[in-house]
């Protein structure tokens, strides 16, 4: 079953399995099967043709995928063309939102954390 160009898991439950869409979260894919009388807990697999054309109808209603990427991106780059302070913060690769960058934003900052090992073995002289 393909929606919004995206293929939805067969082996996964349909609440579950809608998430795989981006714009898709649990809330989300829960109140639209709940809407189309569709129990959460069947597979695609077992969905009709009739109720599979209806969810995908459902959820494109929604803005999703990459029309929703683009919107996104394109919120992002107006924030960097008029300078502002988010906007700053985003073409650092910095958190925009108030978060602390001292010790936390590792993954952000790509200064993610190297132990050492205990096993590592000592330069031979010889």
Same mark, same amino acid.
Not at 18 to 31: C, D, M, Q
Not at 33 to 57: C, Q, V, W, Y
Not at 100 to 122: A, D, H, L, P, W
């Given at each position: 079953m393909r929606i919004a160009g995206v293929t939805i898991p067969e082996e996964k439950r349909l609440e579950i399995g809608l998430t795989a869409i981006?714009?898709?979260?649990r809330p989300r894919a829960l109140s639209a099967l709940e809407a189309l009388k569709i129990d959460a807990g @069947?597979?695609? @697999?077992? =969905?009709?043709a009739k109720e599979e054309t209806? =969810?995908?109808e459902a959820l494109e209603r929604f803005t999703v995928e990459g029309e929703l990427r683009r919107s996104i991106s394109g919120n992002i780059r107006r924030l960097k063309d008029i300078k502002s302070y988010r906007g700053s913060r985003h073409a650092k690769r910095l958190p925009a939102r108030g978060q602390r960058s001292k010790t936390n934003s590792r993954t952000v900052r790509g200064n993610v954390r190297k132990t050492m090992t205990s096993g590592r073995r000592k330069l031979e002289k010889t």
């Amino acid at each position: 079953m393909r929606i919004a160009g995206v293929t939805i898991p067969e082996e996964k439950r349909l609440e579950i399995g809608l998430t795989a869409i981006y714009g898709v979260g649990r809330p989300r894919a829960l109140s639209a099967l709940e809407a189309l009388k569709i129990d959460a807990g @069947k597979h695609p @697999k077992e =969905l009709t043709a009739k109720e599979e054309t209806a =969810l995908r109808e459902a959820l494109e209603r929604f803005t999703v995928e990459g029309e929703l990427r683009r919107s996104i991106s394109g919120n992002i780059r107006r924030l960097k063309d008029i300078k502002s302070y988010r906007g700053s913060r985003h073409a650092k690769r910095l958190p925009a939102r108030g978060q602390r960058s001292k010790t936390n934003s590792r993954t952000v900052r790509g200064n993610v954390r190297k132990t050492m090992t205990s096993g590592r073995r000592k330069l031979e002289k010889t």
